[in-house]
């Protein structure tokens, strides 16, 4: 008999869930499109499915435009040709989410890879949310701080400015020295009040002198495959 036996369904395997999610995404990627490619852990399992089907010969000609270095890397590993971000629209971006409203708006960059997510989203004629259903909330801020990308020159000074609007926060740190992102800048993880107004407060981070991007995605998602353990639901904006 086994020590300590685990009882059956108590931890639900989010690993399998965020797969499932992004299997269904990948399902919409057709021969010769051009896609985004997401970062992070659910996104990671859509870019190995990309890499299985152009393996496998049922894709072809398909193009990634990576919004990570790692992303980036992952995509050459499984054989996805990478081109880098230009001024024509991507077919389709698929990606995971930090938080996901009723309305698919996001907060996204716990991984640090938000202002190349939002470049490369920004431009794509659809926009694919994967998630496993912890990432859904009634508001935004519920559950996870908003990263917001900052200049490394002056940065305390730009986080003076950001306390003014929203007072708790504070620099991502993980060790002795401040999480550096893809772009050479610093991380802000703001709490967000329970009376948030999304779009006001994006204006105004936008407007903060030395604040380069939000983790806010506000009205770009156009559809998320969520996955529970009870089935994937597909949430349309
Ligand atoms: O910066 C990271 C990205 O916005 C990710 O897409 C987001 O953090 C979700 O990541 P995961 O799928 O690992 O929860």
Same mark, same amino acid.
């Given at each position: 008999m086994p020590e300590n036996p685990m009882p059956e369904?108590?931890?639900?395997?989010l690993e399998a869930l965020k797969k499932e999610a992004a299997l269904r995404a990948v399902a919409l990627v057709q021969s010769g499109m051009r896609v985004g490619l997401g970062t992070g852990s659910t996104a990671r399992y859509a870019i190995e499915a990309i890499g299985e089907r152009l393996a496998s010969g049922e894709l072809q000609g398909v193009v990634g435009v990576a919004t990570s270095d790692a992303s980036e890397t992952l995509a050459r590993q499984v054989g996805i040709p990478v081109e880098p971000l230009d001024p024509r629209p991507l077919d389709l971006a698929i990606d995971g989410a930090d938080e996901i409203d009723p309305q698919l708006n996001l907060i996204k !960059? #716990?991984?640090? &890879? #938000?202002l190349r997510e939002k470049l490369t989203e920004v431009q794509a004629r659809r926009l694919v949310i994967i998630a496993d259903h912890?990432? #859904?909330?009634?508001?935004?801020?519920e559950k996870a701080p908003l990263p917001i990308e900052i200049a490394r020159f002056g940065f305390l000074s730009t986080i003076e400015r950001l306390r003014e609007l929203v007072p708790g926060g504070r620099l991502?740190?993980?060790? &002795?020295q401040p999480y550096v992102t893809d772009n050479g800048n610093y991380i802000y993880d703001a709490q967000l009040p329970q009376d948030l107004d999304a779009t006001a407060l994006e204006r105004q981070l936008k407007g903060?002198? !030395?604040?380069?991007?939000?983790g806010f995605f506000l009205g770009m998602a156009d559809l998320a495959f969520v996955a529970a353990p009870e089935g994937v639901r597909e949430l349309k904006r």
């Open positions: 369904n108590t931890v639900p395997d !960059g #716990l991984g640090g &890879a #938000l912890t990432k #859904l909330v009634t508001r935004l801020g991502r740190q993980p060790g &002795a903060t002198l !030395g604040v380069v991007e939000t």
